[in-house]
């Protein structure tokens, strides 16, 4: 029978620092799938993903078990994004993009499963930024509208006003590709 | 009631609105066929994105951030073997160097050269039938021992077999346990 998260971190507390690798493991590829949303790069996202992770670890003693450890991990791994894309900021040959700017969507040429995904990723990567970061958070990291409150530290009225309008971006432009097309058949 | 719009229809779908809401767009799902159908093509499409699988961190990603953070991962039996075995290499090697050193010069602050010999002698003839024991042993059940470097050969299998099965049976049910 698995740990749940919550043993885990008693037992990490209580010095089994060995069981911190279950939790990374069990966590990292949804954290990297956030990392990457939000940053645009996998690199970058690898890199924030392991400083978020050893933030997490020193902090651990703080967590007081309120939330999920998912929710308090990817607020922590969000914070770290948004610093390294301040600092990117700061160094303007480093922004990949704009928030607002116009991306084209590839088109799809089969309808295969894994096509499909990389396709539906490469819409959500067509997007700004912080519609990205609202869709992988609520459909990726599965969480709920407070949650996502809590991880982003906005209001309630603006989580759901940009996840109602990043939901209707990503439809549009799922319908006018051959993605939606195919779906539809 | 008027058509729902997609964003009524989103909350809807979450469960975001407040009880009454819920059951007026409810009531009007029931009757208004264009709705269900808005209902069900973004139930279609919410379910498409929530099975879209994560992206794949580098395998040695969880290695990395312990070793960051200064912690082992499950230390394997072969490396427990090792380090336990460690203090008595050790111990034998410093042993075998003052020795050494006392038998090449010949010195006389530790023990006498002849008391030296008789010492190393004894120790000698131990280890001497211990080693023979223990080959005649190995050599009753094992045919791989008897040739000149058998016994290592043999010593470096065993070696190797109790680290393949740590590396291939109990370290993963190890981590299966605590994962």
């Not at chain 1, 990043?166 to 097309?181: M, Y």
């Not at chain 2, 994560?54 to 082992?72: E, K, M, N, Y």
Request: proline letters at 4%; charged letters at 25%; a neutral charge.
């Amino acid at each position: 029978m698995s740990l749940s998260d919550s043993e885990l971190i008693e037992r990490i507390r209580a010095g089994g620092k060995r069981f911190y690798g279950a939790l990374v493991d069990r966590h990292r590829d949804r954290g990297f799938t956030l990392a990457v949303r939000m940053l645009h790069n996998r690199e970058d996202a690898e890199e924030a993903l392991q400083d978020a992770f050893v933030r997490a670890y020193r902090s651990l003693e703080k967590f007081e078990g309120a939330s999920k450890f998912g929710t308090w991990f990817y607020r922590i791994l969000y914070n770290v994004c948004l610093t390294k894309i301040a600092g990117r900021e700061h160094d303007p040959e480093e922004v990949e993009y704009e928030d607002d700017r116009p991306s084209e969507i590839p088109s799809m040429s089969d309808s295969d499963a894994r096509e499909m995904t990389e396709f539906l990723y490469s819409i959500i990567d067509a997007l700004p930024a912080k519609y990205r970061t609202v869709l992988s958070l609520f459909y990726l990291q599965e969480l709920s509208y407070d949650e996502i409150v809590e991880v982003t530290q906005r209001p309630l009225g603006t989580v759901k006003v940009q996840l109602a309008r990043a939901r209707r971006l990503l439809r549009e432009r799922w319908n006018s590709s051959e993605g939606g097309a195919a779906s539809a058949r | 009631m008027n058509h729902l719009s997609i964003e009524q229809i989103d909350e809807f779908v979450d469960g975001a609105l407040e009880p009454r809401r819920m059951e007026e767009i409810d009531l009007h799902l029931r009757t208004c066929e264009e709705c269900r159908g808005k209902l069900l093509a973004l139930r279609r499409f919410d379910r498409m994105l929530r099975r879209l699988p994560p992206q794949r961190v580098s395998p040695a990603f969880t290695t990395r951030v312990l070793s960051s953070l200064g912690v082992d991962e499950s230390p394997s039996l072969a490396w427990t073997i090792l380090k336990n075995l460690a203090p008595l290499v050790a111990l034998t090697l410093v042993v075998g160097i003052v020795m050494l050193i006392l038998r090449l010069s010949g010195s006389t602050l530790g023990p006498t050269p002849q008391a030296t010999q008789t010492i190393t002698g004894t120790i000698g003839d131990a280890v001497s039938v211990g080693t023979s024991t223990l080959s005649r042993w190995l050599r009753t059940i094992s045919p791989i021992a008897s040739g000149g470097y058998g016994l290592t050969v043999l010593v470096l299998l065993l070696f190797a077999l109790i680290a393949a099965i740590d590396r291939f049976i109990f370290l993963p049910l190890a981590k299966r346990k605590i994962s």
